[in-house]
Nanobody, 125 residues
Framework: QVQLVESGGGLAQPGGSLTLSCAAS????????IGWFRQAPGKEREGVAC????????YYSDRVEGRFTIFRDNENNTMNLEMTSLLPDDTADYYC??????????????????WGQGMQVTVSS
């Protein structure tokens, strides 16, 4: 059974850091594209970062580039999102995802097949 389980969300202060983790079971993440998405209240789910295993490329949205880093831990079958210099605008529910497509669209959540349960990240003083 394919499952993605997230951990690491919570409250952070502006300028602070958090690292989100997503553990996969039932399949090996290292063969697939991985991505992180987020959804703020009343807004569309947006792509934050993704890594395409097929060609090794990595995407970051303009809003997080230079502050967030997506990375894999193949030994532990996890994907992670290191978030630094957090802003109040980063407040959202965050979701990890993986795709069976070789080159999914990192900006469109509709092309992704398996999802974590989502967890809240709040950036506030």
């Amino acid at each position: 059974q394919v499952q993605l389980v997230e951990s690491g969300g919570g409250l952070a202060q502006p300028g602070g850091s958090l690292t989100l983790s997503c553990a996969a079971s039932g399949f090996s993440l290292k063969y697939y594209a991985i991505g992180w998405f987020r959804q703020a209240p009343g807004k569309e789910r947006e792509g934050v970062a993704c890594n395409i295993e097929y060609d090794g490329s990595t995407y970051y949205s303009d809003r997080v580039e230079g502050r967030f880093t997506i990375f894999r831990d193949n030994e532990n079958n996890t994907m992670n999102l290191e978030m630094t210099s957090l802003l109040p605008d980063d407040t959202a529910d965050y979701y990890c995802a993986t795709s069976l497509t070789e080159r999914p669209d990192c900006t469109n959540h509709r092309g992704w097949d398996f999802w974590g349960q989502g967890m809240q990240v709040t950036v506030s003083s």
